[in-house]
């Protein structure tokens, strides 16, 4: 198909100092869990997304020096020469799809606590940085840097920028933002200093100019010099002689760069989660930068939408389309876009598993594409499929992200696919999940997968189809997948972490009798071990239609894993505004219909409320009955034809719908191959 000429903007070259971006489509530098230690799966993760149309591609944080060592979080490095052929590697993978490579030379001051180098962390003025949506920060404080320090950051940027170029990079960054060291000089509440490097304005950003200066002059022409900025927080502060003092460091630095790259402060509002930010929700923080500088200007905003797109650049916001979450989830956007198949972009939910992978020290993991991460290791090419190796044909029952993903998968490899479903619409838990507040989004997994299935002639779709054994032995298929999902259960467990059975009642309830319709009168208490988002959405959501809602929860925190998705501070912000109670560190030790008596997890301390009715979000059991059932037939099923009967999904296990989306793909990637000695390649330092 032909491209759409509304959309033909997004396909302009773009000048970047003395290298030129095919397109506008760039790729910012984002955490990816993987180290110099995975030279192949990181080449791989980023060459992809070159061949899917990203005219630049960009690494995560590469450290000049082991005085900036995030550890235990993944962070790559350009210490060494010997860390070169790594980089090389991934500049390679990217030139040849004709892409540009970029580096983001990276030292986090303060944010780093130098775990594994013991050096004592590098700051302006001592201040140590704290990071509240983490829950890692450690208890080193940082020295302050003497001029001579100064010099040697300096001499660390220009040899990283030189060992950058020798690796192939065509796009240096010098990197002030999120808290680290450059950043650190920038604000007054970090840089206390009285030289020149403190103070006034001009003194304070005189750091960023001279590794702006010390980076051009190693690469010596050559290569673009990139800066990336965080420009939350000094927009938010009336400067001097102009309307911030955001305004007044661009305006300062205004074409010093050759390309600059704007972004929010903290990881929340940065990688802002669906759930409480819109696509393109940095654009009242940015928007004023084009009007500074000369140079093209690059920022984010979860874009999906090649409308807004073209919106962004036409009025003047940005030159080039940054894309992080986007780039993950879709490698291939830009493509698509330029092929005239945008209804087919895999678009990003902004669930942000993604960075709790790296918040969880692995490769990155993604929600909408289970091949992120697995390109080289598993061989996964998100577009690219084995083709079908037999004339099986394959029933999937249950058509929740699990049985949808196994569908796509099996039917773009050419097999004969049928799925069905007990309700009326596909999507499984989604059906549910998404209608509470701020997830719908989220329904993206299921509408896409849809919509591929729907333009496919080899799949049917059989929703409001409740299967049983007899009905799937009559169905002459040759494998069966069960993806029938998982139930919530009344399960309590003690504070020791053992399970202490049902509590059952009749005003006891789970997320699935919500589901089903049913309204608990209220006092309500919603219980919460679970700890993802799942309680504090529907807690919220109870709290639209009565006054008294209660949560609780064994964590710290409200949502507490939360913390590991950027959502955590907003869920909070949320359920106060909502009106509904939060108790922490508690654990529900009785109810009798009326009163529940809720025990603190250390002191054993009891408290009671006024409860009528008890949501109990915490443990889940497959549902695969239908699975046991077919089982127990035994010959019987090879007599119908059946070779085969494999659970997926939640039936197997029940995970996030991350797990589930993984476990529906690998079934149909790995369905008629032979299972190889590992589950995946294994890479290894170069
Ligand atoms: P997963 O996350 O593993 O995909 P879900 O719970 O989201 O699991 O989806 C499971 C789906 O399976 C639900 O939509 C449910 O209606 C469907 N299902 C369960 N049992 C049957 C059955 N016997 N026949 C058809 N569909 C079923
Ligand atoms: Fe988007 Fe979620 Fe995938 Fe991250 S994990 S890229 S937020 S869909």
Same mark, same amino acid.
């Given at each position: 198909? !032909?491209?759409? +000429?509304?959309?033909?903007?997004?396909?302009?070259?773009?000048?970047?100092?003395?290298?030129?971006?095919?397109?506008? @489509?760039?790729?910012?530098?984002?955490?990816?869990?993987?180290?110099?230690?995975? +030279?192949?799966?990181?080449?791989?993760?980023?060459?992809?997304?070159?061949?899917?149309?990203?005219?630049?591609?960009?690494?995560?944080?590469?450290?000049?020096?082991?005085?900036?060592?995030?550890?235990?979080?993944?962070?790559?490095?350009?210490?060494?020469?010997?860390?070169?052929?790594?980089?090389?590697?991934?500049?390679?993978?990217?030139?040849?799809?004709?892409?540009?490579?970029?580096?983001?030379?990276?030292?986090?001051?303060?944010?780093?606590?130098? *775990?594994?180098?013991?050096?004592?962390?590098?700051?302006?003025?001592?201040?140590?940085?704290?990071?509240?949506?983490?829950?890692?920060?450690?208890?080193?404080?940082?020295?302050?840097?003497?001029?001579?320090?100064?010099?040697?950051?300096?001499?660390?940027?220009?040899?990283?920028?030189?060992?950058?170029?020798?690796?192939?990079?065509?796009?240096?960054?010098?990197? $002030?933002?999120?808290?680290?060291?450059?950043?650190?000089?920038?604000?007054?509440?970090?840089?206390?200093?009285?030289?020149?490097?403190?103070?006034?304005?001009?003194?304070?950003?005189?750091?960023?100019?001279?590794?702006?200066?010390?980076?051009?002059? !190693?690469?010596?022409?050559?290569?673009?010099?990139?800066?990336?900025?965080?420009?939350?927080?000094? *927009?938010?502060?009336?400067?001097?002689?102009?309307?911030?003092?955001?305004?007044?460091?661009?305006?300062?630095?205004?074409?010093?760069?050759?390309?600059?790259?704007?972004?929010?402060?903290?990881? +929340?509002?940065?990688?802002?989660?669906?759930?409480?930010?819109?696509?393109?929700?940095?654009?009242?923080?940015?928007?004023?930068?084009?009007?500074?500088?000369?140079?093209?200007?690059?920022?984010?905003? *979860?874009?999906?939408?090649?409308?807004?797109?073209?919106?962004?650049?036409?009025?003047?916001?940005?030159?080039?389309?940054?894309?992080?979450?986007?780039?993950?989830?879709?490698?291939?956007?830009?493509?698509?876009?330029?092929?005239?198949?945008?209804?087919?972009?895999?678009?990003?939910?902004?669930?942000?598993?993604?960075?709790?992978?790296?918040?969880?020290?692995?490769?990155?993991?993604?929600?909408?594409?289970?091949?992120?991460?697995?390109?080289?290791?598993?061989?996964?090419?998100?577009?690219?499929?084995?083709?079908?190796?037999?004339?099986?044909?394959?029933?999937?029952?249950?058509?929740?992200? !699990?049985?949808?993903?196994?569908?796509?998968?099996?039917?773009?490899?050419?097999?004969?696919?049928?799925?069905?479903?007990? $309700?009326?619409?596909?999507?499984?838990?989604?059906?549910?999940?998404?209608?509470?507040?701020?997830?719908?989004?989220?329904?993206?997994?299921?509408?896409? *997968?849809?919509?591929?299935?729907?333009?496919? +002639?080899?799949?049917?779709?059989?929703?409001?189809?409740?299967?049983?054994?007899?009905?799937?032995?009559?169905?002459?298929?040759?494998?069966?997948?069960?993806?029938?999902?998982?139930?919530?259960?009344?399960?309590?467990?003690?504070?020791?972490?053992?399970?202490?059975?049902?509590?059952?009642?009749?005003?006891?309830?789970?997320?699935?009798?919500? !589901?089903?319709?049913?309204?608990?009168?209220?006092?309500?208490?919603? @219980?919460?071990?679970?700890?993802?988002?799942?309680?504090?959405?529907?807690?919220?959501?109870?709290?639209?239609?009565?006054?008294?809602?209660?949560?609780?929860?064994?964590?710290?925190?409200?949502?507490?894993?939360?913390?590991?998705?950027?959502?955590?501070?907003?869920?909070?912000?949320?359920?106060?505004?909502?009106?509904?109670?939060?108790?922490?560190?508690?654990?529900? $030790?009785?109810?009798?219909?009326?009163?529940?008596?809720?025990?603190?997890?250390?002191?054993?301390?009891?408290?009671?409320?006024?409860?009528?009715?008890?949501?109990?979000?915490?443990?889940?059991?497959?549902?695969?009955?239908?699975?046991?059932?077919?089982?127990?037939?035994?010959?019987?099923?090879?007599?119908?034809?059946?070779?085969?009967?494999?659970?997926?999904?939640?039936?197997?296990?029940?995970?996030?719908?991350?797990?589930?989306?993984?476990?529906?793909?690998?079934?149909?990637?790995?369905?008629?191959?032979?299972?190889?000695?590992?589950?995946?390649?294994?890479?290894?330092?170069?």
């Amino acid at each position: 198909m !032909a491209r759409n +000429p509304r959309f033909d903007i997004l396909f302009e070259p773009v000048r970047i100092g003395p290298v030129t971006a095919p397109n506008r @489509f760039y790729q910012v530098p984002h955490a990816s869990g993987m180290t110099n230690a995975l +030279p192949q799966v990181r080449a791989s993760f980023r060459g992809i997304k070159a061949e899917g149309g990203w005219g630049v591609v960009c690494t995560g944080a590469v450290s000049i020096h082991p005085s900036s060592d995030d550890s235990p979080l993944p962070f790559a490095m350009l210490w060494d020469d010997k860390d070169i052929p790594a980089h090389a590697l991934m500049t390679d993978a990217v030139h040849r799809h004709g892409a540009l490579a970029g580096v983001e030379l990276w030292h986090g001051g303060a944010c780093t606590l130098n *775990r594994t180098s013991r050096l004592a962390p590098l700051s302006p003025s001592g201040m140590p940085w704290l990071s509240t949506h983490l829950g890692f920060m450690g208890n080193q404080r940082p020295r302050t840097m003497d001029t001579a320090d100064i010099q040697e950051l300096l001499r660390w940027q220009a040899a990283g920028a030189r060992r950058a170029m020798q690796a192939g990079f065509d796009i240096v960054y010098v990197y $002030a933002g999120m808290g680290y060291l450059p950043y650190e000089f920038l604000l007054p509440e970090y840089n206390h200093r009285t030289d020149a490097y403190g103070g006034s304005i001009e003194n304070r950003v005189r750091l960023v100019r001279e590794l702006i200066e010390a980076t051009r002059d !190693a690469v010596g022409g050559k290569c673009a010099v990139a800066l990336r900025i965080s420009l939350e927080e000094l *927009r938010g502060r009336p400067g001097n002689s102009a309307e911030s003092e955001a305004h007044e460091v661009v305006g300062l630095l205004a074409d010093l760069p050759d390309l600059w790259d704007v972004k929010m402060d903290s990881s +929340p509002t940065d990688c802002a989660p669906s759930r409480f930010s819109p696509e393109g929700s940095h654009e009242p923080i940015v928007n004023f930068v084009k009007q500074l500088t000369a140079r093209p200007v690059v920022g984010v905003g *979860r874009f999906t939408s090649p409308d807004v797109m073209v919106s962004q650049i036409r009025r003047g916001v940005l030159d080039l389309i940054g894309g992080a979450r986007p780039s993950i989830a879709d490698p291939f956007l830009p493509n698509k876009i330029n092929e005239g198949r945008e209804h087919e972009i895999r678009e990003c939910i902004g669930c942000n598993i993604c960075i709790s992978s790296w918040h969880d020290g692995v490769p990155v993991r993604c929600t909408q594409n289970p091949t992120a991460g697995e390109e080289w290791r598993r061989d996964w090419h998100p577009e690219r499929f084995a083709p079908a190796a037999s004339e099986s044909s394959i029933l999937i029952v249950g058509g929740g992200p !699990a049985g949808l993903e196994c569908a796509v998968t099996l039917a773009r490899r050419g097999y004969s696919v049928t799925i069905a479903d007990t $309700a009326k619409e596909f999507g499984g838990r989604l059906r549910f999940e998404t209608r509470l507040p701020g997830l719908a989004t989220w329904g993206r997994v299921v509408d896409w *997968r849809l919509g591929q299935l729907r333009s496919r +002639p080899n799949v049917q779709l059989y929703p409001a189809s409740e299967l049983g054994v007899d009905d799937i032995m009559g169905l002459e298929h040759s494998h069966v997948v069960i993806a029938t999902g998982a139930r919530w259960t009344r399960m309590l467990y003690s504070t020791l972490e053992f399970p202490v059975g049902q509590l059952d009642g009749p005003s006891v309830y789970t997320p699935d009798d919500l !589901a089903a319709g049913v309204v608990p009168p209220a006092p309500v208490v919603v @219980f919460d071990f679970d700890n993802y988002y799942l309680a504090g959405a529907v807690a919220e959501q109870l709290a639209r239609t009565t006054s008294d809602v209660t949560y609780v929860t064994t964590a710290g925190n409200a949502s507490a894993w939360t913390f590991m998705t950027n959502e955590l501070p907003q869920v909070h912000r949320a359920l106060v505004k909502a009106r509904v109670l939060i108790h922490t560190l508690k654990r529900v $030790a009785a109810f009798d219909g009326e009163t529940l008596t809720m025990a603190d997890v250390y002191s054993g301390t009891e408290q009671r409320l006024a409860c009528r009715s008890l949501v109990i979000v915490g443990v889940r059991t497959p549902r695969d009955e239908l699975y046991q059932a077919l089982m127990a037939k035994g010959q019987e099923l090879r007599n119908a034809g059946i070779t085969a009967v494999t659970r997926i999904g939640d039936s197997l296990a029940p995970g996030a719908i991350v797990h589930a989306v993984h476990s529906g793909h690998r079934y149909a990637r790995e369905f008629d191959t032979v299972p190889g000695p590992a589950p995946y390649a294994r890479d290894f330092p170069l």
